[in-house]
């Protein structure tokens, strides 16, 4: 089923044709296209990794979804073959498989919304644990794991739950959340500019992204954006009003109180003051000592309410309908909703995780996990 939705929509053909293939024509038994849907549908049928070749080349099934006869067809590639497949990937070829990706989703996308008001784009990373000598894994103490940190972008369309991935890109362990994102953004806020016409387009990262900078770049992109920052002693003498309040209301009812407030605030390192939005929350748990939770995100949205603007921006955590075990099964490389993965698809795959974080299944390949890792993110904020 996914290898018909796949012909049918040419995703691993455009991707695979930007793989450069420098071997000898007259050796070659499997193009880089049969390699590259033989290596994806294996992962989406959890064969994760690549010593799984020994068993799944002469498996009747994935030799008929690559496109060979079941039973007198060829083999498929063996793991050598896919190992040297994996490695001999150029960065250059990476970033292009990239960049064929988010150009596939946003065309599909503007042709099947070709009425489309506003375009939000979600943007987070996740962890991806990792073992052994593999490349650019490093330890990162905010997880505390061995791991690589990819990056992920997400675009949805007016205010419909559902979360398309355009952006998939394998990052080492010990990067900062910001790397990478200021290019993705302005390429992507340009490709939908061309393709949907007049949006508003809204953008929306938690704390990790946070630098003043990215907050010139968006309001020179003329987007829409919520932030989340973290807490300093300024924003919380701002909102030390509020918080007594949602104290006093939390010890009344003895239940968790939450209320919401918005407030003009300058950094040392803002040109202008821009609005911020707190929300006080005291959190009552039976037999424990209550507890604050004070969060703070920065926008330039004007017209929504404190708490509609913050809720808008928690939606970032509850993208669309598949993939929504991912967390109770991280083992499992792919989880396909087989009417998600019809027509309303556009072409890409949506991710949820109910509880956060959706943990990506650790494969082999830096430069091929690059392109074909695939997961959801969940909130640091």
Not at 51 to 66: C, W, Y
Not at 211 to 222: A, C, D, G, I, Q
């Amino acid at each position: 089923m996914l290898a018909a939705l796949d012909r049918g929509i040419g995703l691993s053909s455009r991707l695979a044709a930007q793989l450069a293939d420098t071997r000898m024509r007259g050796r070659v038994s499997h193009t880089h296209s049969d390699l590259f849907r033989q290596r994806v549908l294996g992962i989406a049928a959890g064969y994760s990794d690549g010593n799984d070749a020994r068993q799944t080349a002469t498996d009747p099934m994935l030799k008929m979804a690559v496109g060979r006869a079941p039973i007198s067809g060829s083999d498929l590639a063996s793991q050598p073959t896919l190992s040297r497949f994996e490695n001999g990937i150029s960065s250059r070829s990476v970033v292009a498989a990239g960049r064929e990706m988010e150009g596939f989703v946003i065309e599909r996308l503007a042709r099947r919304h070709r009425k489309a008001k506003v375009i939000t784009i979600d943007l987070d990373s996740t962890v991806d644990p990792a073992h052994g000598r593999q490349q650019q894994i490093f330890f990162n103490g905010y997880y505390d794991t061995w791991c690589y940190l990819p990056l992920l972008g997400f675009l949805s369309v007016d205010d419909s739950p559902q979360q398309y991935l355009i952006h998939a890109r394998l990052r080492p362990g010990n990067c900062k959340d910001p790397r990478g994102v200021v290019p993705l953004l302005r390429r992507t806020i340009a490709s939908i500019r061309k393709k949907f016409g007049n949006v508003t387009i809204r953008v929306r990262v938690d704390a990790g992204f946070y630098r003043p900078h990215l907050l010139e770049v968006l309001e020179s992109l003329r987007v829409e954006y919520a932030v989340s920052m973290p807490k300093n002693k300024a924003l919380d003498a701002l909102a030390a009003d509020v918080m007594t309040k949602v104290r006093k209301q939390a010890q009344q009812t003895n239940a968790t109180a939450t209320l919401f407030e918005d407030f003009q605030y300058e950094a040392d390192s803002w040109p202008q003051q821009r609005r911020v939005i707190c929300k006080a929350e005291v959190l009552v748990y039976p037999g424990r000592t209550t507890k604050d939770n004070q969060r703070y995100v920065v926008t330039n949205r004007v017209r929504p309410t404190a708490q509609s603007v913050y809720e808008w921006y928690c939606q970032r955590g509850v993208p669309g309908e598949v993939g929504a075990d991912a967390k109770a099964h991280p083992g499992d490389a792919l989880l396909l909703d087989a009417q998600q993965l019809g027509l309303d698809l556009g072409g890409v795959l949506p991710c949820r995780t109910q509880s956060g974080e959706f943990v990506l299944q650790p494969g082999e390949s830096f430069a091929f996990r690059s392109m074909i890792s695939t997961g959801r993110f969940g909130s640091r904020s």
